[in-house]
């Protein structure tokens, strides 16, 4: 009886190249030549970001708004799961508006730089009491 291997060997194995790769200049020169919108607020994709250390929630939260992916009105309108993509200020309710525009919920100067460093007292209050509370306020269907 013949005994047939459950897989295909590789023609070029892993360990067949063992040079050795600095993966930390090779992830920072990926995260350098990136074209993400918000890549201006992390230099060192190696280090870990500010505020790593919150409590989850709020940690949530903040990546949220770092990348502009989150339960604001223009994205749950754009999933189909809002009516309307207006914020209570009759503007376009994204990530960024909330942040940088909204008279009702716009953190200290609309900066998201300053948000992003999430090392003061302000920061992590505005994560935890203003920006929940607009996103509360959604009609989600």
């Known amino acids: 009886m013949t005994f047939v291997a459950p897989y295909v060997p590789s023609k070029k194995p892993i360990w067949s190249d063992l040079t050795p790769v ?15 919108l918000t890549s201006h607020l992390i230099s060192d994709p190696t280090i870990q970001p500010a505020g790593f250390s919150l409590r989850r929630s709020t940690w949530s939260l903040l990546n949220q708004f770092r990348t502009g992916q989150g339960r604001c009105a223009a994205n749950l309108h754009k999933w ?8 209570q200020c009759s503007e ?8 940088e ?10 900066d998201l ?5 999430a090392d003061d007292h302000d920061a ?18």
Do not use: Y
């Open 80 to 87: 189909r799961m809002a009516a309307s993509d207006n914020c």
């Open 92 to 99: 376009v309710q994204t990530m960024s508006h909330v942040v």
């Open 101 to 110: 525009s909204c008279p009702q919920t716009r953190f200290s100067d609309g």
């Open 124 to 141: 992590v209050t505005w994560l935890q009491e203003v920006a929940v509370k607009s996103f509360a306020k959604c009609n989600v269907m």
């Open 22 to 36: 600095d993966v930390s200049s090779r992830w920072r020169a990926d995260w350098q030549s990136s074209s993400v």
């Open 113 to 117: 730089a300053r948000l992003h460093s």
